[in-house]
T-cell receptor, first 113, second 114 residues
Framework: GENVEQHPSTLSVQEGDSAVIKCTYS??????FPWYKQELGKRPQLIID?????GEKKDQRIAVTLNKTAKHFSLHITETQPEDSAVYFC????????????FGKGTKLSVKP | EAQVTQNPRYLITVTGKKLTVTCSQN?????MSWYRQDPGLGLRQIYY???????DKGDVPEGYKVSRKEKRNFPLILESPSPNQTSLYFC?????????????FGPGTRLTVT
């Protein structure tokens, strides 16, 4: 079946440093790639997404890049802050439906003050 | 307030006792999904629905049933729960807006099967 691989599973950075999380996907028909942030004890929430006709998207300190040829996409967080500490999930649409997502296993990001 | 609600939020039950977890959204979304979240395994899709009376299996459908008789409701049914279904369950809904299919998650239901 289709899958999404996410790396690393844990990431620890110093406040102010950058953090990068990488994902690869298997479904060539995937065309929607969201990233979700889940704080401890809370529900996942969308932080940024990108469609397949766009190579890069930025929103303040976070950015996502997409390489369709290589089937991988990445999340970049600059100037990290302690409140960025959370679990981050990448996802990719599958089965030709953008409403249908398969998620990576998550990256636990810790930002040390 | 636009939201996805789930009930109950916490449930402890015994093996074999049928249970239903309800999910309701007030945003008129077409898509609804159920996920289970387990440590180290991320979010795995159980079932999804593209509209009323249209449902399909996700990655881990065994032991679960769903129905979509109304657009706003998407209950998850465990006919005969087993301990391996102990997990955190999330319902989510979404629709297309400007090319984005943001999924709105419910607050989660923590289920323990003994």
């Amino acid at each position: 079946g289709e899958n999404v691989e996410q790396h690393p599973s844990t990431l620890s950075v110093q406040e102010g440093d950058s953090a990068v999380i990488k994902c690869t996907y298997s479904d060539s028909a995937s065309n929607y790639f969201p990233w979700y942030k889940q704080e401890l004890g809370k529900r996942p929430q969308l932080i940024i997404d990108i469609r397949s006709n766009v190579g890069e998207k930025k929103d303040q300190r976070i950015a996502v890049t997409l390489n369709k040829t290589a089937k991988h996409f990445s999340l970049h967080i600059t100037e990290t802050q302690p409140e960025d500490s959370a679990v981050y999930f990448c996802a990719a649409s599958y089965g030709g439906s953008q409403g249908n997502l398969i998620f990576g296993k998550g990256t636990k990001l810790s930002v040390k003050p | 307030e636009a939201q996805v609600t789930q009930n109950p939020r916490y449930l402890i039950t015994v093996t074999g006792k049928k249970l239903t977890v309800t999910c309701s959204q007030n945003m008129n979304h077409e898509y609804m999904s159920w996920y289970r979240q387990d440590p180290g395994l991320g979010l795995r899709q159980i079932y999804y629905s593209m509209n009323v009376e249209v449902t399909d299996k996700g990655d881990v459908p065994e032991g679960y049933k769903v129905s979509r008789k109304e657009k706003r409701n998407f209950p998850l049914i465990l006919e005969s729960p087993s301990p391996n279904q102990t997990s955190l369950y999330f319902c989510a809904s979404s629709f297309s807006q400007g090319g984005s299919y943001e999924q709105y998650f419910g607050p989660g239901t923590r289920l323990t099967v003994t």
